[in-house]
């Protein structure tokens, strides 16, 4: 820019401040900022807060705040990017803090923090909190966006009346778009999947929820995830009733669906059924044959392997 002799302006010095990850860089721009006699705009101010918290000096993002030439104009713009960036850098009490502020002083935070303050709020007993920040969302996306945040939380810690009446407002939300639906639906389920083997029946109970309270026919992805699930908690009985679940879903089974149901077979213990359902499964794709070989591996040999150390134990105890 020198060698062209053309001068930095606001948005150039906002763009090298937001960028910064160094104390010094930050000190160096705004020092040089003011020597070129650039004005100190709204976006350069959101800078110094976002580069201040990113390199962790959580005070002196807060001190930017608090300087007197702030315009009162953007006041609770600029405030709503210190609740974000406090949020997002795990300073979720603070941010807290200046977003009651916020309210007290009768203004509103930019939909965009209140989305910083749903997805980190984490710990448990946040649900009343975070039902409110979503009451307050009124942009459509920025609402669905955050309920679907809102309804992993619930998932998370097992809150099934909220998550089902979330869900029946998303629903009401996407009438005309079902795949949209699904999707999100498919999200939950996966979640629940990834959770402890703890949480398989709160999937149960949701899926029958689903089917009961909000007429949904769970797709094959979900019923796949809860399958995954079972197969996670070894639990035979409640693969049995999700193999018949694909069938009253109208979905026909598939290798995929076979080898799932192979695996939480295998890990339940009924290897008989397991090799009945072995044959069903198409072997011309190596994937698949390298899943069967890892599933045997997994259960079948650690089965064998477990024998063999409980005969030694019981001959051991003969002696």
Not at 80 to 88: D, M, W
Not at 215 to 237: E, N
Not at 251 to 276: C, E, I, T, V, W
Request: neutral net charge; hydrophobic residues 40%.
């Amino acid at each position: 820019m020198e060698r062209a002799d053309v001068k930095p302006d606001s948005q150039t010095f906002s763009y090298l401040i937001g960028n910064c990850d160094r104390e010094e860089d930050i000190v160096k721009y705004y020092e040089e900022m003011n020597l070129t006699g650039v004005p100190s705009t709204k976006y350069i101010i959101m800078a110094l807060i976002n580069a201040y918290a990113a390199c962790g000096q959580f005070e002196k993002a807060k001190q930017v705040v608090l300087d007197k030439g702030i315009p009162i104009k953007g006041l609770h713009e600029i405030k709503s990017v210190l609740v974000s960036a406090l949020a997002s850098h795990g300073q979720i009490s603070d941010a807290l803090k200046i977003y009651e502020e916020i309210k007290k002083a009768g203004c509103n935070l930019e939909p965009k923090a209140i989305l910083y303050l749903i997805e980190n709020l984490r710990s448990d007993g946040e649900l009343s909190r975070l039902l409110q920040l979503l009451k307050e969302l009124d942009d459509p996306d920025y609402w669905i966006d955050g309920c679907c945040r809102v309804i992993l939380y619930c998932v998370q810690y097992r809150h099934l009346s909220s998550t089902v009446d979330l869900l029946k407002q998303l629903k009401d939300k996407f009438c005309d778009d079902e795949v949209a639906l699904e999707v999100i639906f498919d999200e939950v389920f996966s979640k629940i999947a990834e959770t402890q083997p703890s949480d398989l029946q709160f999937g149960l109970d949701l899926l029958e929820a689903l089917k009961e309270e909000l007429g949904v026919r769970p797709s094959r992805k979900s019923l796949d995830f809860l399958l995954s699930a079972c197969t996670t908690a070894k639990d035979l009985h409640n693969s049995r009733l999700i193999w018949k679940e694909y069938q009253t879903a109208g979905l026909p089974y598939n290798a995929l669906s076979f080898l799932r149901m192979y695996q939480a077979l295998l890990a339940s213990g009924d290897h008989k059924s397991a090799k009945k359902m072995l044959i069903k499964i198409p072997k011309d794709d190596p994937h698949v044959c390298c899943v069967i070989k890892a599933c045997q591996a997994t259960y079948i040999n650690q089965a064998l392997l477990k024998g063999r150390t409980n005969g030694r134990r019981r001959k051991m105890l003969k002696k």
